[in-house]
T-cell receptor, first 113, second 114 residues
């Protein structure tokens, strides 16, 4: 069973640039969620995708967008990067079902300078 | 906006000691999960509690969900250096449609010294 994999592991961008982060779900999982974890904080929910559609969103501006593909993999796109976007971005996959456990990847560490 | 407050934020203890981590909110959650996160890795689920008053044990770890489903605690007996890590609680709201929008606490960084 392949776990959740994220790429790249580390990334350095300049303020104002755009970035795309990628996530491959655990085999058989059809739901993907993205979280932002600032240093010293708990993860914050960005959005969730199910059947290639966004079906839940946290308190993040529209410049955070995403995609889910037919094979359930996903992308997180962030436009017009700001210094405060520097964080660990975590992808989590799960089965449908409210109490289905989330399986997290090891994240992408984004640094915005 | 639902918030989860975790305490303490940092905890450094000697091997063999007991400890308790608390997770509190003014909001009701349908379930509450505890995760452990190590440096450079994503959180790993330890347990999910669903029923108010529920107690679950995982070896030396005991998890409790408050009767009103607003708070939870994690108790570790005879801590070992391998227990070192960031412990996170996360609550699932009573209603968020089909989305699994978990609210995380800010975490407790536990260090167990040999």
């Amino acid at each position: 069973e392949t776990g959740v994999t994220q790429s790249p592991t580390h990334l350095i961008k300049t303020r104002g640039q755009q970035v795309t982060l990628r996530c491959s779900s655990q085999s058989g999982h059809n739901t993907v969620s993205w979280y932002q974890q600032a240093l010293g904080q708990g993860p914050q929910f960005i959005f969730q995708y199910y059947r290639e559609e966004e079906n839940g969103r946290g308190n993040f501006p529209p410049r955070f967008s995403g995609l889910q593909f037919p094979n359930y993999s996903s992308e997180l796109n962030v436009n017009a990067l700001e210094l405060d976007d520097s964080a660990l971005y975590l992808c989590a996959s799960s089965l449908t079902g409210y109490n289905s456990p989330l399986h997290f990847g090891n994240g992408t560490r984004l640094t915005v300078t | 906006t639902q918030l989860l407050e975790q305490s303490p934020q940092f905890l450094s203890i000697q091997e063999g000691e007991n400890l308790t981590v608390y997770c509190n909110s003014s909001s009701v959650f349908s379930s509450l999960q505890w995760y452990r996160q190590e440096p450079g890795e994503g959180p790993v689920l330890l347990v999910t509690v669903v029923t108010g008053g529920e107690v679950k044990k995982l070896k030396r770890l005991t998890f409790q969900f408050g009767d009103a489903r607003k708070d939870s605690s994690l108790h570790i007996t005879a801590a070992q250096p391998g227990d070192t890590g960031l412990y996170l609680c996360a609550g699932a709201p009573v209603s968020s449609g089909s989305a699994r929008q978990l609210t995380f606490g800010s975490g407790t960084q536990l260090t167990v010294l040999p």
